[in-house]
């Protein structure tokens, strides 16, 4: 119920100056709402008293939509049109999308705008339509709650989400009638709502295990100010995994083989019970009736918390390394942590704290419950963007995944904004044409860290028409890229010389999963050394034929100039050159193109002598001292 604002006489209360802002944190398992009110966050139930609605969308024959619990509810008897972890398809492509569905029981559809759909009883529906139907959910949910309208919402997304996946968040929130204020890394919003900030300086760590996901990132806190310095993680991994060891555990015993999508979904949901009863519990019984999920026989069995934890133990080992990956990315060593914070529902899991632990070597702080501590940072962050709180200066810095850059001459990649680099970001780097007269530039931006074109993953292509002919070298390109706070990237170009513009806005057909991420990234380590090798030669194949274009060039305007002996022997270096540059040995093309250099210097100083004739030609000396 609303309140009425009562104030004296002269003495406003200004009320509608509260504006209602809300963080929601839209996990693939369970999404969740919090506001603040005066002062302290506060997680909005549902009628219900509940705080977690399950990320789960249900589609009727009659086109009614069923979210939340009552959908979870029907979801082994109704799989088809009954969508769990939709999360994991935002902003992928059909082949993604493919090898996701591979392990769900959906139908997808290829839609004509090249994106993946699930065929339902509904009709198709994309992932952010399904998103946008939980999103809808929590509005209404809030707008009960704080009686009156939403002014913006502070949504997040895992630190690895790329621009697809950002793009189709945003869009979901646009979609249920929500104004975006910005979207926030998850692990960002944990930290946040642990008032790091206020109570320590230094360097922490935020290890986040969901149901979906899992997120470790490595944040610096100075003087109340966040630094995200690395990211990590895997988008395709977390409790669905120790579910899914579970359910694979009970088959094997049960002897149960090819279960259907109904029979599959309902071993899931009792090996989630049971994984999460094992949390407190040593070990939980469990019997299966002959038939019943498809079991051939009776069947009756213990799993012990010692069994289970060496069904996951791999999967826990791998979230391990992708914090050593994140520390080496910070260039950090467990020790310099000052905290570890908790984060997700399956940092409940016994196996998953002793581990952490050990590796960071301290206990990791968990006095916030680990299923709010997302929405909770999301709100806090939300009112002071509403401007509830005008002298905060909390101010968050994330940064992006993997560097970006632009193709150059001879397929290498001149990279503009480097991985980590903390966004919002603007760079700008000038670029020149290679060639006299050249009217047109094509810009192909690229993501990756390796230096060759091809070793990277492409992004867009645009071009840059109309440059005034001028001689190679002589345009000015100043290409500027921008990532705004939402991750989002537009690349513009600018002849700055003739004003002549381009932009683009780059929004990927579909995401880079965080496997490619951590493919991309060990790919150019390994390949580092190789990588100098190829840019090396690449810039002296560069070199070899911007020199023999221009001495061509020259020879074709002033070749008189030279005797026929030396003509010859200037020609026969450039043919020497060409001949060497097809070759993979920089530095003998070097060497040709230094060879090239030195022939040329005869050729070179007549061309200047009768460069300076000309411009005396017909002119009296007094014309020179006047000017
Ligand atoms: P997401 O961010 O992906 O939505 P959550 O943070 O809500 O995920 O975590 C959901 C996961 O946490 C599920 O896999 C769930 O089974 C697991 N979980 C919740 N409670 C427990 C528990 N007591 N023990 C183990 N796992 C738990
Ligand atoms: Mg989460």
Redesign the pocket.
């Known amino acids: 119920m609303a309140l009425l604002q009562i104030a004296e006489p002269g003495q406003s209360q200004a009320p509608h100056q509260h504006k209602l802002a809300i963080g929601i ?1 839209l ?5 969740l709402v919090a506001t603040m009110q005066s002062g302290l966050p506060r997680v909005l139930p549902a009628e219900d008293g509940s705080f ?1 609605l399950p ?1 789960v969308v249900r589609y009727l024959a009659d086109g009614a939509v069923v979210v939340g619990e009552a959908a979870r509810q029907a979801a082994a008897s109704d799989a088809l049109n009954t969508l769990v972890s939709v ?1 994991r398809f935002m902003g992928r492509g059909l082949e993604a999308a493919h090898q996701l569905g591979d392990q769900l029981p959906y139908e997808l559809v290829m839609h004509d705008n090249g994106m993946p759909y699930f065929n339902t009883i509904a009709g198709l529906k994309s992932p952010v339509e399904a998103s946008a139907e939980i999103l809808n959910v929590l509005r209404v949910r809030a707008e009960a709650a704080l009686g009156g309208d939403i002014t913006g919402a502070v949504i997040t997304v895992p630190a690895y989400f790329d621009e697809a996946q950002r793009q189709a968040t945003k869009d979901a929130a646009t979609l249920a009638g929500l104004k975006v204020l910005r979207l926030l890394n ?1 692990p960002t919003a944990a930290a946040v709502a642990y008032g790091l900030d206020q109570q320590h300086e230094g360097i922490h760590a935020i290890y ?6 899992f997120d470790i990132s490595i944040l610096r806190l100075h003087q109340g100010v966040f630094e995200v310095l690395a990211t990590g993680g895997d988008s395709a991994l ?3 995994d ?2 899914h060891a579970i359910a694979s555990w009970i088959m094997a015993g049960a002897g149960i083989v090819n279960p259907d999508a109904e029979i599959q979904r309902r071993l899931l949901q009792t090996s ?1 019970r049971v ?2 009863a ?3 519990r040593d070990s939980v019984p469990l019997s299966l009736a002959a038939g019943t999920g498809g079991a051939p026989a009776d069947w009756q069995a213990t799993l012990t918390r010692e069994h289970f934890e060496s069904l996951i133990a791999a999967r826990v080992d791998d979230t391990l390394k992708a914090c050593r990956r994140a520390l080496r990315d910070a260039g950090l060593k467990p020790a310099d942590l000052s905290e570890v914070v908790l ?4 940092t ?2 016994p196996l998953v704290r002793r581990r952490v632990a050990e590796f960071f070597g301290k206990p990791a702080l968990d006095h916030l419950d ?2 709010q501590v ?1 929405a909770v940072g999301a709100a806090v962050q939300a009112n002071i963007l509403v401007g509830n709180k005008p002298d905060s200066d909390l101010l968050l810095l994330d940064v992006i995944p993997l560097s970006l850059g632009l193709e150059t001459y001879g397929g290498l990649v001149e990279k503009v904004v480097p991985r980590n680099t903390t966004i919002p970001v603007a760079r700008a780097q000038e670029f020149t044409t290679f060639k006299d007269g050249q009217t047109a530039m094509s810009l192909h931006v690229l993501q990756g860290e390796r230096e060759m074109v091809s070793d990277c993953r492409s992004l867009a292509r645009f071009e840059l028409q109309g440059i005034p002919p001028m001689v190679a070298g002589a345009a000015r390109i100043r290409v500027l890229f921008q990532v705004d706070a939402d991750g989002l990237l537009s690349v513009s170009a600018e002849e700055t010389t003739s004003g002549v513009r381009a932009e683009i806005v780059v929004k990927p057909s579909w995401g880079l999963q965080d496997d490619d991420i951590l493919r991309l990234l060990r790919e150019s380590q390994a390949a580092a050394v190789q990588d100098m090798q190829a840019r090396a030669l690449a810039e002296a194949r560069a070199e070899a034929e911007r020199l023999w274009i221009a001495t061509e060039a020259a020879l074709a305007q002033q070749g008189e100039l030279l005797s026929a002996s030396e003509l010859a022997e200037l020609q026969a270096a450039v043919q020497g050159l060409k001949a060497l540059a097809i070759a993979d040995d920089a530095a003998a093309i070097t060497a040709a193109a230094e060879a090239l250099n030195h022939a040329s210097e005869t050729f070179a100083a007549r061309r200047m002598d009768a460069g300076i004739r000309q411009a005396f030609t017909g002119k009296t000396l007094t014309d020179f001292e006047e000017h």
Request: glycine share 22%; net charge negative; aromatic share 2%.
């Open positions: 944190d996990g693939t398992t369970h999404s977690l990320s999360k998850e986040d295990l969901g149901g979906g996901t977390g409790g669905d120790f579910d989630r994984k999460e094992l949390s407190a984060v997700g529902g399956s409940r899991v680990p299923d997302v």
